[in-house]
């Protein structure tokens, strides 16, 4: 009675996880009526919901026992790779390594799984509320990672002065935030990161970008394209201390200021108030923001603060890098995240049609954040989602079939251990080997050597294989020819 107890109260809401518990095992039938109840009252009050929401539907298998089906599709805002995907991703990643690889960048990696305490920092940025958070077993607070920056930091502080300076470092990590889902933006991402650490100057921020233009071109990317917003938080300080603002009130007013371009300019305003700025100064301000070019922002700030040097400094790195005409000044440009402090970029489609491609900057007080020495440091995220997305926009996705160089096959079934013979032997040698690991015909074999793109179809014969040979054909060419196995290359 305790099982139908439990069932009944929880059928009432249907609201929680559903547990059957029985006081013995000794009644399948009570078990199995009891769970095609609970599963009929729970389809019938997710009628219209997720397959799946609340328990999988009972169906029965090959045996005529009762299963439960489970949804077959990931998580919502996440994805499966199948092979044609994964020949994609490792397609991009490829690109992302090698370009690092040009630039003199050492690889590094950090746990998916952090502390919490690593990602929370400044109140009113979207990254702390977009966590995947939960207490382990051991009662602490931890956090599947929403992005690498703070993981690099955390490392470099633990390295200390076992690392010379600077430091150049890229990695490649996938990160997980419960967010809005929209084109090009998933709850779970791969994110490329370059960063470099101990370099205060903006020669550091000029090689960055310089690499992903770098990157752009070696994809077919151009700079009618793609284009970078260029700006400095040092803008939005010294406007904010020529009107009396806090300094405090900075990070914050930056968060906001981030939504520029995501929520209607009053609603900026409103938010802008609520942290006690005049309307004057609001006013100023966003229309200081406005500005698109290095003249009109002199003329409202003269020449002679930190903001205006290190943009001038910038463009001008650009133009000797090679790719001033991938870069434009917008003063609306601040990042949300908390950490930024000077030099900060966006990569954004011209066309419009996409959110952000890439983002970063200078984030100099990070590392003393958590205790950590005080060392210069800037550096970028680019994300796998938007990039694909602007890649299928302009029919730049690269073809990438499987690619086999020999596909091995027995005629006879007592010849299976002579193929595998003659796979390990190839493969020995470098060369990728498909076996066919079952009797198969030969129409059959020629059809899978097509599909998987085989170079050479390698035949094992009876009357060969006594000789020690086999026969090779050359696909492509429809060359056939015998050799010995000590031959073969």
């Not at 889902?181 to 020669?203: A, C, F, K, L």
């Not at 201390?241 to 930056?254: A, I, N, Q, S």
Request: proline share 3%; hydrophobic share 40%.
């Amino acid at each position: 009675m305790r099982a139908i107890q439990i069932v009944t109260t929880r059928l009432s809401s249907c609201l929680r996880p559903i547990r059957l518990e029985f006081v013995s095992s000794s009644s399948p039938q009570l078990f199995s009526n009891t769970r095609r109840l609970l599963c009929t009252a729970a389809a019938t009050k997710s009628n219209g919901g997720r397959s799946g929401s609340i328990v999988a539907p009972l169906v029965a298998n090959e045996e005529g026992e009762e299963v439960q089906k489970i949804d077959v599709n990931p998580p919502k805002g996440t994805r499966d790779f199948a092979p044609e995907d994964m020949r994609l991703r490792n397609w991009l990643f490829n690109h992302f390594k090698e370009v690092s690889r040009l630039f003199g960048y050492e690889e590094v990696d950090y746990p998916v799984l952090e502390t919490e305490a690593l990602f929370i920092r400044k109140a009113g940025e979207e990254i702390r509320d977009q966590l995947y958070c939960f207490e382990d077993r051991g009662k602490r607070r931890v956090a599947l990672r929403p992005e690498l920056t703070p993981s690099l930091a955390r490392l470099v502080i633990q390295k200390g002065k076992s690392v010379s300076l600077p430091l150049k470092w890229f990695a490649i990590g996938q990160c997980w935030r419960y967010e809005r889902m929209t084109r090009g933006r998933r709850r779970e991402h791969y994110q490329w990161n370059m960063d470099i650490i101990g370099v205060p100057q903006v020669t550091a921020e000029a090689e960055l970008i310089s690499s992903i233009v770098t990157f752009f071109k070696r994809i077919g990317i151009t700079a009618s394209d793609v284009g970078f917003k260029v700006s400095s938080r040092k803008v939005l300080q010294e406007m904010l201390r020529k009107y009396g603002v806090p300094e405090t009130l900075f990070g914050r007013v930056c968060i906001i200021i981030d939504k520029i371009e995501k929520i209607p300019i009053d609603e900026i305003k409103k938010e802008l108030g609520s942290t006690g700025i005049s309307e004057d100064a609001i006013e100023q301000l966003l229309q200081v923001l406005s500005v698109k070019s290095l003249d009109d922002l002199e003329d409202v700030l003269g020449g002679a603060g930190e903001a205006i040097a290190d943009l001038k400094q910038l463009f001008s790195l650009a133009e000797k890098f090679g790719y001033s005409e991938w870069i434009q000044f917008d003063a609306s440009v601040v990042r949300g995240l908390a950490y930024y402090t000077g030099i900060v970029f966006e990569g954004f489609d011209r066309k419009g049609n996409l959110r952000a491609i890439c983002g970063g900057g200078r984030y100099d007080r990070l590392l003393p954040t958590y205790g950590g020495d005080d060392i210069p440091a800037c550096g970028f995220g680019f994300g796998d989602a938007v990039i694909v997305e602007l890649l299928k926009e302009k029919n730049l996705l690269p073809e990438l079939g499987q690619e086999v160089e020999n596909i091995v096959c027995a005629l006879e079934k007592d010849l299976q251990g002579a193929a595998a013979t003659v796979a390990t032997t190839l493969r020995s040698k470098g060369q990728t080997v498909d076996l066919v690991l079952e009797s198969k015909p030969l129409k059959w074999v020629f059809k899978r050597a097509a599909r998987i793109n085989a170079r050479r179809l390698i035949l094992v014969g009876k009357t060969e294989w006594e000789d020690g040979s086999v026969s090779v054909k050359v696909l492509s060419s429809g060359e056939q020819f015998q050799v010995k196995l000590n031959d073969l290359e």
